[in-house]
């Protein structure tokens, strides 16, 4: 069967917004079983499609949200015929405004990376709705086989006051409800290490903790704490933390749970009156510990790598072009 072709709308970010490569390279890795062009800068869809070297099958506009941060701001992408689909990250940005370029554009298929906080947004959308999740990139997220030199680790965004060393960007308070609890319970307790969250836009530097240095410590630790926000949404860290082969204690939503996350077979689910109990528990019980961990391990790359990932993402292009009879672009309008 011939590959699918694919135009993928996406600005470069994979160097200049380094805490976000691992976004980037989830999108490279459809390079593995479909022929792939990247546009990176803004422009017009027929100039645009002139310039690749094939007529794609598929146009994928990645994120535009955040004012087109990571996606090129296109325009006249409702006037070709060529089958069109996005990419929606944070549910919470701007709903309006996607539903405004989603109809501007006649997008066909909407990727989300959350199911059901996307729904309870946009239950307009349903219909062009597919589940894309976050996954893992294995170079990074695996087992390095380091030492467990951390007992309890806790990483990312919260809300925190440090006025000897003030964080660059503060979510909302409240956001993660759950991480702020942990890190005010847990702060004082021995063995317990945060590393607040960069920055979105946090520039290139050896101290960030990304790819390999954020993969070695997420391996080093013993127990590893998040939550999906009050949002309830399936973020990264699920995936990563038992990944990298650390017990993952979280804040269970409906979407992990219907990805496979199982309370106490491969991950152990918790709350803000029970984490610091289970925590002192499963730091106590090294058995109990590593068989969670090491099945949390066997889950995350059987079903939940960039790869795998990426089938199902051109799957869903492929059952989508089948059942609409392909809708290439006519021949003049390119």
């Given at each position: 069967?011939?590959?699918?072709k ?20 989830s999108?490279?890795a ?5 022929d ?12 645009i499609l002139d ?5 794609p099958?598929f ?5 535009m949200?955040?004012g087109y ?9 409702d006037?070709?015929s060529?089958?069109k689909?996005c ?13 405004e370029y989603i ?7 909407i ?8 729904l309870?947004?946009?239950p307009?959308?349903e ?5 894309l999740?976050?996954s ?5 997220i695996?087992?390095?086989k ?14 925190y006051?440090?006025?000897k060393n ?6 909302p ?9 942990v890190?005010?319970r ?5 063995g317990f290490t945060f ?7 946090a520039?290139?530097s050896?101290n960030?903790i ?14 590893f ?5 009050i949002l ?7 995936f990563?933390a038992?990944?990298c082969k650390?017990?993952?204690l979280a ?7 219907e ?21 002192m528990y499963?730091i106590?019980?090294d058995?109990?510990?590593?068989r ?6 066997k889950?995350i790359?059987?079903y939940h790598?960039?790869k795998i ?9 492929k059952?989508y ?7 290439s672009?006519?021949?003049g309008?390119n």
């Amino acid at each position: 069967m011939n590959k699918l072709k694919i135009l993928i709308l996406i600005r470069n970010f994979g160097n200049n917004l380094p805490k976000h490569k691992h976004l980037f390279d989830s999108v490279t890795a459809i390079e593995d079983y479909a022929d792939v062009e990247y546009w990176y800068n803004d422009g017009n869809i027929f100039d645009i499609l002139d310039k690749i070297s094939f007529k794609p099958d598929f146009i994928y506009h990645y994120d535009m949200s955040w004012g087109y941060a990571v996606a090129p701001e296109i325009t006249g992408l409702d006037k070709v015929s060529i089958p069109k689909g996005c990419l929606v990250g944070d549910v919470h940005y701007l709903p309006q405004k996607r539903i405004e370029y989603i109809e501007k554009n006649n997008i066909n298929i909407i990727f989300s990376l959350s199911k059901y906080p996307f729904l309870k947004v946009f239950p307009q959308y349903e219909s062009k709705f597919r589940w894309l999740p976050h996954s893992i990139n294995e170079n990074y997220i695996k087992d390095w086989k380091l030492d467990k030199t951390i007992d309890f680790l806790l990483m990312g965004q919260l809300y925190y006051e440090d006025e000897k060393n003030p964080p660059k960007q503060l979510p909302p308070k409240g956001r993660y409800k759950f991480r702020d609890t942990v890190l005010e319970r847990m702060k004082h307790e021995k063995g317990f290490t945060f590393h607040p969250h960069p920055g979105h836009r946090a520039k290139p530097s050896e101290n960030l903790i990304i790819n390999e240095k954020y993969g070695c410590e997420l391996n080093k630790s013993k127990i590893f704490f998040t939550c999906g926000s009050i949002l309830k949404g399936p973020v990264k860290k699920f995936f990563e933390a038992p990944g990298c082969k650390t017990l993952l204690l979280a804040e269970p939503n409906k979407d992990i749970l219907e990805l496979g996350f199982k309370d106490g077979i491969n991950f152990v689910a918790c709350d803000e009156t029970d984490f610091y109990d289970k925590a002192m528990y499963y730091i106590r019980n090294d058995k109990e510990r590593k068989r969670i961990t090491n099945n949390g391990y066997k889950f995350i790359h059987t079903y939940h790598t960039d790869k795998i990932r990426s089938q199902q993402f051109l799957k869903y292009i492929k059952d989508y072009l089948d059942k609409n009879e392909g809708g290439s672009c006519n021949e003049g309008e390119n």
